[in-house]
């Protein structure tokens, strides 16, 4: 199948030749033409879920919160990780009907959780970049958000440094707009682009999300944590709500208890979980679940 693959390749682009690859890279090629010939259709068919993974409050650890994660329930290959498919998605130009997608999703899920008499969560979905890019963005998330009805204060979106930064003034204004819809943002990934303290000061955004791989070696390295205790007081200072992510152990979530983040988001508390899932698990977690 890959050697057909590479074949298909090679004469695809009018050149008779034949490919010896290397294994990994017949099913880089492999993924490529099976996954993002099928995203298309995937998209038209629907195949893919969103999971939920719980935001908890780290003073009292009540869930407070959720992260929409995407999932591609292929027909053959069976569950595929974002990491997977979204470049793919974001290469084509499938991202925007894509991520529309996972908008409305997000938000019918959220309406859902308020008619069912679920405590206030808020529900946060990823933007990738080109689909900030888009625009008319910002109408489009006021479109759906209209549509389905939900509360602006509940909806939060995930942005990450570098998408802000590429065209920082075209971001800031793009930011405002949302913010006038009444929206919650955040910065996700934070410490691993390269945003200036400068431009944080200017993004009207409302929370940090600090990267998991500072998380992983908390308490390990004594320089990663003096980072992890600048990045919260910085938040602090800048009010900002800080957010901790990948939090896998007792021991991170203690140091970061001593540092003063506000929620923790990781294993520790649960993997992302199906909607169903998700709603057992703040009912079993939280003191006050159903109003
Ligand atoms: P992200 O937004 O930084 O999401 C957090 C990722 O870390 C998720 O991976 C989550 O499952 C994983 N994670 C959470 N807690 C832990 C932990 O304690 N340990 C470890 N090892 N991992 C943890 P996932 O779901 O595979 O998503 C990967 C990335 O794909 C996301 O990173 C996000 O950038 C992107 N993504 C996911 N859903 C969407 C979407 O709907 N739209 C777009 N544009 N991107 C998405
Ligand atoms: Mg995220
Ligand atoms: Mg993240
Ligand atoms: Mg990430």
Request: net charge negative.
């Amino acid at each position: 199948k890959n050697a057909d693959a590479a074949m298909y390749r090679a004469k695809s682009t009018g050149h008779n030749l034949y490919f010896v690859y290397e294994s990994h890279m017949a099913d880089n090629i492999d993924a490529h033409l099976t996954l993002g010939g099928g995203l298309r259709k995937a998209i038209d068919e629907e195949q893919f879920v969103l999971h939920y993974q719980p935001k908890v409050r780290l003073c009292d650890e009540e869930v407070v919160g959720a992260e929409a994660l995407i999932r591609w329930v292929h027909p053959e290959l069976g569950m595929i990780s974002p990491d997977q498919f979204i470049p793919l998605a974001e290469e084509s130009g499938l991202i925007l009907p894509l991520g529309e997608w996972v908008i409305r999703r997000a938000c019918r899920q959220l309406k859902e959780w308020r008619e069912s008499g679920v405590a206030p969560l808020k529900l946060s979905v990823n933007l990738s970049s080109r689909q900030f890019m888009q625009a008319d963005l910002v109408d489009m998330v006021e479109r759906v958000m209209q549509e389905t009805g939900v509360d602006p204060e509940y909806f939060e979106l995930e942005l990450t440094e570098s998408m802000l930064m590429t065209d920082a003034q075209q971001s800031i204004d793009k930011l405002h707009g949302f913010r006038k819809l009444g929206l919650t943002l955040s910065i996700d990934d934070f410490g691993t682009g390269y945003s200036s303290l400068a431009y944080l000061k200017k993004f009207p955004i409302q929370t940090l999300k600090i990267d998991r791989s500072f998380i992983n070696d908390l308490g390990l390295d004594s320089d990663n944590d003096a980072i992890v205790k600048a990045t919260i007081a910085m938040a602090k200072s800048l009010n900002l709500k800080v957010i901790a992510e990948g939090v896998e152990t007792r021991t991170q979530f203690d140091l970061l208890s001593g540092y003063g983040c506000q929620e923790v988001q990781g294993y520790l508390f649960s993997k992302p979980l199906c909607g169903e899932e998700f709603l057992r698990y703040v009912n079993s977690q939280n003191v006050v679940a159903f109003a």
